[in-house]
């Protein structure tokens, strides 16, 4: 314990060749690795990872003890919770009708459009190369696989897969698949915990 609070009471370690922009805020005991850029404004809470090459773009908003592995592209206006995991190539998107010109062929700026965000609740993991299609949210401790493309919300405790992606189970805060028991009560294998599934939601008994 002591050293984990050494570790966040440590300053925030930002690699020589990360692009930090004066105007966001390193919580203490994260770590922004090589090539990563964090813009204007972005909040990162402690004991962050946030991997080689990973762009977190301005005012997005990313809770304690969180990691967002190589390459990840997190566009405003995303907010993640704490203990989110974003595997490496995951992209959140944030226009909901892109286009590079306007009708009458002008370049687009940020007045000609209107920016949508992800949230990503607690404990939530999103897999390697997922997409996920803002505005969307994803629920408490779910569960996206690699590859996924999410565009629509994403309960509590859900496993989601494919193209679109759809609901094929249940997880557990240890990220392990839960284990029905019928009656709607399903368990997790590795911590115990029970839940109850009702009208298409899971709760943790």
Known sequence: MNGQLDELAAPAHISLTADVDARSNVGPGSHIWHLAQIREYVQIGSGCSIGRGAYIG???IIGRNCK???????YEPALLEDGVFVGPGVVFTNDSY???????????????WTAVGVTVRTGASIGARAVCVAPITIGRWALVAAGA???????????????????????????????????????????????????GLLSLL
């Open 68 to 74: 967002i592995q190589n390459y990840a592209l997190v």
């Open 98 to 112: 892109p286009r590079a010109t306007t009708p009458d062929g002008r370049v687009k700026t940020n007045d000609d």
């Open 149 to 199: 493309v999410v565009t629509k919300n994403v309960p509590d405790y859900a496993i989601v897969a494919g193209v679109p992606a759809r609901r094929s189970g249940w997880v557990g805060r240890s990220g392990h698949p839960l284990r029905p028991e019928g009656d709607g009560i399903f368990v997790c294998p590795v911590s115990g915990d029970r839940f109850h599934e009702f009208e």
């Open 58 to 60: 301005p005012g997005v």
